[in-house]
């Protein structure tokens, strides 16, 4: 079965701009959680969308933010990018998003802000 | 989400048995266990996971103590693939997509 997929792998943008990244679970798949991996900070948790809803969230700024659509793909975006949003941004799909079973990552979308 | 505590690195030659610990002292009774692994330049990838008792697959072996304080993942005979950060977490019921990940476990292979 496809595996989950995410788009772009890379991107460059400016200082101040925004960015949308996708991702698309495995079919079947109501819940996406989303991830940041910086060297200095390691994998920290975004967020989590189940069924359209945001379930869960982690500790970063507004700036931040996500949305699911009724197909389960979700997309996430920063604006007002800094360059510490420098990072690799990981999206994460399972079932139902319990317990932390059945887990599938995506290879991620590097971002790189100058 | 229990606190994990893992070695920084581990070292192993090609073929031999590698044993990666755990420690997860404040782990809830319901919390799973899980593994997972990263490859340079890739998502994690799920290894295995267990509740009480020990666990095989086709990649590994878990071993969890009967106080449920501690784990080993068993790579039975590491191979270069087997190159990777290995990350121990625990999640429970109210977790809702969280995954906490520690800094992991550098595991170098050598030929």
């Known amino acids: 079965k496809a595996g989950v997929t995410q788009t772009p792998r890379y991107l460059i943008k400016t200082r101040g701009q925004q960015v949308t990244l996708s991702c698309s679970p495995i079919s079947g798949h109501r819940s996406v959680s989303w991830y940041q991996q910086t060297p200095g900070q390691g994998l920290q948790f975004l967020f989590e969308?189940?069924?359209?809803?945001?379930?869960n969230k982690g500790n970063f700024p507004g700036r931040f933010s996500g949305r699911q659509f009724s197909n389960s793909r979700s997309e996430m975006n920063v604006s007002t990018l800094e360059l510490g949003d420098s990072a690799l941004y990981l999206c994460a799909s399972s079932l139902e998003g319990d317990r932390g079973l059945g887990y599938t990552f995506g290879s991620g979308t590097r971002l790189t802000v100058v | 989400d229990a606190k994990t505590t893992q070695p920084n690195s581990m070292e192993s030659n090609e073929e031999e048995p590698v044993h990666l610990p755990c420690n997860h002292s404040t782990i809830s009774g319901t919390d799973y266990i899980h593994w997972y692994r990263q490859l340079p330049s890739q998502g994690p990838e799920y290894v295995i996971h267990g509740l009480t008792s020990n666990v095989n697959n086709r990649m590994a072996s878990l071993a969890i103590a009967e106080d449920r304080k501690s784990s080993t993942l068993i790579l039975h005979r590491a191979t270069l693939r087997d190159a990777a950060v290995y990350y121990c977490i625990t999640a429970g019921g109210t977790s809702y997509g969280k995954l906490t990940f520690g800094q992991g476990t550098i595991l170098t292979v050598h030929p």
């Open positions: 969308y189940f069924s359209e809803t945001q379930r």
